[in-house]
Every structure is written in C-alpha cells, then in structure tokens.
C-alpha cells in the first residue's frame, strides 16, 4: 500500500491564482481530513470528511473548497489565493473503528507570492 | 476539547529514557489520550494511544494515572532519530478518525 499521497511536493502561486491540492489513499478508509501548519504551529483542520459526498468545515475553511466524489480521493482547492495561505498542507485518512489514529501524507509546501 | 499542556522543548542524550508529560486537567469522561510524533518536513505520525493506567506497544509507553489529569509519554532508550517534535491530543473516542486538534507540542532533541 502506498498510503497517502499528496501531490505537488512544492507549489509556489501568484495572488489570486487558483489551484487544487490532490490527495489520495489506498487504504479504503471512510474518514479524510485537511490540516494546514504554519511555521513553528501545530497543524489547524480546514475540512473533513466523512465518507463518498460528505464533506464538513473545520477550524479554518475560509478559502479552500473540498469535495469527495470518491473513497480514495479528497483534494483541496484554493479559490484564490492569498499570501496568507502560504503554509504546510497535509492530507490524513482514518477508519471507522479508529479512536485517534489518523494516517498522514508528506504534505504540500505552498508558497503565495 | 480538553486543553493540554506539555512543555515547549526537552533536551536529551542518546541512551537514556525521556519522560513527557501533559496536562489535561478537563479532561471528559469520554475522552482518550494520543501521541503523535513529527518530524520535520514530515506529517505527524501516531505513536500511541490510552484511556486509563498504562499502554505499551514497539515505540513507547503511555502512563495514564487514576485521575486522568495528566499523561506521560515514556520513550526509553532514544536515539538521535527520536529527535521530533511530540503532540499530546485529548478527544473523545471517534472525533479523532475526523478532527484532531493539535497544539504546538514538545519538541525533543536528542543530543549524541
């Protein structure tokens, strides 16, 4: 099993270019999440989902769109984007007899210039 | 969400056990205590997850007392490879498949 992935690596965007951020996992789990971690912070939930065509906000969802249209997949798209979502962005999957145990992607460096 | 409290950084040597300890004291009846590890350039890494007295598995071991009050994460024998930064999280069973809340953690450095 791969896991989770994430692509890009790295993505460094202009103001208000748009992009998606793409997240997969191999793993058949119904949960998936997006977290955002700045320098030197933890890691802060933007959205979540819950399985296929459920989706939900988290603690800052300002910006970002989410949909899943399948299990293995989950990408995150920045409408426009701004310098201050310059920041690590990492993708997690869990299942549903899981208590805590999130399963994390390397991540996406963002750059917003 | 119980609020937690760990020390900002810890300092070790190679060879010896480090002890990291977090504090929650609101802690919900329904709530379950897990460790993660990072490091950098990485996403976090479960370590370890209890409800109650003590848990031990490959990597760690996880000190719950009665009250619950607090958390201790035991590492024994670390390496420089154990050298991460450490997140104690408290949630009810189940919120954490969907929505952990991570605060700015310990980070550890182990010296040679």
């Known amino acids: 099993n791969a896991g989770v992935t994430q692509t890009p690596k790295f993505q460094v965007l202009k103001t208000g270019q748009s992009m998606t951020l793409q997240c997969a996992q191999d793993m058949n789990h119904e949960y998936m999440s997006w977290y955002r971690q700045d320098p030197g912070m933890g890691l802060r939930l933007i959205h979540y989902?819950?399985?296929?065509?459920?989706?939900d906000q988290g603690e800052v969802p300002n910006g970002y769109n989410v949909s899943r249209s399948t299990t293995e997949d989950f990408p995150l798209r920045l409408l426009s984007a701004a310098p201050s979502q310059t920041s690590v962005y990492f993708c997690?999957?869990?299942?549903?007899?899981?208590?805590?145990?999130?399963?994390f992607g390397p991540g996406t460096r963002l750059t917003v210039t | 969400l119980a609020k937690t409290t760990q020390p900002i950084s810890m300092d070790s040597y190679e060879g010896q056990e480090v002890n990291i300890t977090c504090s929650h004291n609101n802690i919900a009846t329904n709530d379950y205590i897990t460790w993660y590890q990072q490091f950098p350039s990485q996403g976090p890494r479960f370590i370890i997850q209890?409800?109650?007295?003590?848990v031990t598995n490959e990597v760690a071991s996880l000190f719950i007392p009665a009250d619950r009050k607090s958390s201790t994460l035991s590492l024994p024998r670390v390496s420089l490879s154990d050298t991460a930064v450490y997140y104690c999280?408290?949630?009810?069973w189940g919120t954490g498949r969907r929505a952990l809340t991570f605060g700015s953690g310990t980070r550890l450095q182990v010296q040679p």
């Open positions: 999280l408290v949630a009810p």
């Open positions: 997690a999957s869990s299942t549903g007899t899981s208590g805590s145990e999130q399963y």
């Open positions: 209890g409800y109650k007295t003590k």
């Open positions: 989902s819950v399985g296929a065509g459920i989706t």
